[in-house]
């Protein structure tokens, strides 16, 4: 069973930066696209990234872009979310998410594996 962790969140001033990961335990995420969704307090949870196994495909939400990187990293088991310019509004838990399929979506009901979640608080 794919485990996924994801780590990196915590409290940031409006502007700056955090980097997130994806890691899993046991397997390598080479064989997995990735997505990461986040959920704010009241409001339903929403894709912001993902990327495709390859890592040729990207995507992000309107709402990031610009302003939020995904990536693999050199260690075929972390996936990372590189976080700039913060606001106040990107305040969430972020979670990340598996499927063995080749490419990514944006969509929940894509994937199969799923982390806890890291609290994201950008506050001044």
């Known amino acids: 069973q794919l485990q996924l962790v994801e780590s990196g969140g915590g409290l940031v001033q409006p502007g700056g930066s955090l980097r997130l990961s994806c890691a899993a335990s046991k397997f390598a995420l080479d064989y997995y696209a990735i997505g990461w969704f986040r959920q704010a307090p009241g409001k339903e949870r929403e894709g912001v990234s993902c990327?495709?196994?390859?890592?040729?495909?990207?995507n992000y939400a309107d709402s990031v872009k610009g302003r939020f990187f995904i990536s693999r990293g050199t260690a075929k088991n972390t996936v990372y979310l590189q976080m700039n310019s913060l606001k106040p509004e990107d305040t969430a838990v972020y979670y990340c998410a598996a499927t063995v399929q080749a490419m990514c979506s944006m969509a929940e009901r894509y994937y199969g594996h799923w982390g806890q979640g890291t609290q994201v608080t950008v506050s001044s």
């Open positions: 990327v495709s196994v390859s890592g040729g495909r990207t």
